[in-house]
């Protein structure tokens, strides 16, 4: 498997994929690049060449997503230290309604969780958020790899599901 072939052939539809997930062009590049990092550190975790450029997307917007609540924390940390230390200072950065949009996907992303069967939930915990290797998750758990694929893709497709129809509904 050719690592810059493959990343040669995906990198500009994904590139595509992430302007629109992350929000701007700028980060969208800082994320590609990202991405295509961890893409090469975990090549070994790709089983199938034909679903390479999904598997970097999904990737890329797991980074853009860090990326926006990092963007979305900055502001709690800045007062923080300013506090520490002592300071006043006037309010800037991201206004109340961007903080209410972050809090409610937060809240909106626990909930999809929440209601995903405990099956899904536990190996959508242990491979998207806690970020173990397929074959990490499928041994603490018991399961083949085949089962852990299934049952990740079945939570990523209902988390998916849960997220379009709330903010469709919001709309």
């Known amino acids: 498997m050719n690592f810059e072939r493959l990343a040669n052939e995906h990198k500009d539809a994904v590139y595509r994929q992430l302007i629109r997930a992350c929000g701007n062009r700028e980060d969208a590049e800082d994320v ?5 990092l961890k893409a090469y550190q975990h090549l070994d975790q790709l089983k199938d060449v ?7 997307a999904q990737i890329g917007k797991r980074v853009c997503w860090q990326l926006k609540e990092k963007e ?35 809240e909106l992303l626990r909930e999809a969780v929440r209601r995903m069967p405990e ?17 990490e998750v499928s041994r603490k758990l018991g399961i083949s790899e085949a089962a852990m694929k299934s049952r990740l893709h ?14 469709l509904a919001k709309g």
């Open 32 to 36: 590609l690049i990202e991405a295509l």
């Open 50 to 56: 034909v679903a390479f450029r999904s598997w970097l």
């Open 72 to 106: 979305a924390l900055a502001p709690v940390l800045q007062l923080s230290m300013l506090e520490e230390e002592g300071m006043d200072f006037a309010v800037e950065g991201p206004g109340l309604e961007a903080e209410v949009e972050v809090r409610r996907m937060k």
């Open 119 to 135: 099956a899904n939930r536990s190996v959508f915990e242990l491979r998207d958020i806690e970020e173990l290797s397929g074959e």
């Open 154 to 167: 079945r939570g990523r497709k209902l988390i998916r599901e849960f997220m379009e129809s709330a903010l």
